[in-house]
T-cell receptor, first 115, second 111 residues
Framework: GEEVAQTPKHLVRGEGQKAKLYCAPI?????VFWYQQVLKNEFKFLIS????????ETGMPKERFSAKCLPNSPCSLEIQATKLEDSAVYFC?????????????FGNGTRLTVT | RKEVEQDPGPFNVPEGATVAFNCTYS??????FFWYRQDCRKEPKLLMS???SGNEDGRFTAQLNRASQYISLLIRDSKLSDSATYLC????????????FGRGTQLTVWP
């Protein structure tokens, strides 16, 4: 598609429950990125993929967060045993990856609320 | 020290005003620079890339000073629709797509 599609738009989970977010990148874009935006506009990089391969995972809190990009499926970000501080908007972005000046195209985000 | 620092504002200006935002970045090896705009917690949208020689896109002018590690955005003839949060974004160049965001500068344009 022509837009990065993220689902669901909103997700509410009780503390300790699992949360799974999905992202379909723009067709033809080989790079996918996940960012977390908490209050006060703090954006935090989580992980990036080049096609189905992890490209950079240095931002991931690995003990509870995992992500995948499998062929012919939306990418996913999963949080096991959610905590209150996981409440945030999670943005997925994609890029054709043609160089460092290549901007990212962001999806609408998934707002996760952990209660 | 944060990777990217911005004046959070808010800036409240009347329609037609000229307003300027500043941003500094800490890593001198940073490779590429952008201004994104974010409306009401929606997704960030690219406003413009920032080039070393400075660049202009209609009412918007971006400047980069590598020696001072400073980026600016000038908006001329402000419109009501310019009301948004403006994010200064930097790519170090060490990893594609690994962006560092400022906290954003909030702009409100009033009639």
């Amino acid at each position: 598609g022509e837009e990065v599609a993220q689902t669901p738009k909103h997700l509410v989970r009780g503390e300790g429950q699992k949360a799974k977010l999905y992202c379909a990148p723009i067709k033809g874009h080989s790079y996918v990125f996940w960012y977390q935006q908490v209050l006060k506009n703090e954006f935090k990089f989580l992980i990036s993929f080049q096609n189905e391969n992890v490209f950079d995972e240095t931002g991931m809190p690995k003990e509870r967060f995992s992500a995948k990009c499998l062929p012919n499926s939306p990418c996913s970000l999963e949080i096991q045993a959610t905590k209150l501080e996981d409440s945030a908007v999670y943005f997925c972005a994609s890029s054709p990856g043609q160089g460092y000046n290549s901007p990212l195209h962001f999806g609408n985000g998934t707002r996760l609320t952990v209660t | 020290r944060k990777e990217v620092e911005q004046d959070p504002g808010p800036f409240n200006v009347p329609e037609g005003a000229t307003v300027a935002f500043n941003c500094t970045y800490s890593n001198s090896a940073s490779q590429s620079f952008f201004w994104y705009r974010q409306d009401c917690r929606k997704e960030p949208k690219l406003l413009m890339s920032v080039y070393s020689s400075g660049n202009e896109d209609g009412r918007f002018t971006a400047q980069l000073n590598r020696a001072s590690q400073y980026i600016s955005l000038l908006i001329r003839d402000s419109k009501l629709s310019d009301s948004a949060t403006y994010l200064c974004v930097v790519n170090r160049g060490s990893t594609l797509g690994r962006l560092y965001f400022g906290r954003g500068t909030q702009l409100t344009v009033w009639p």
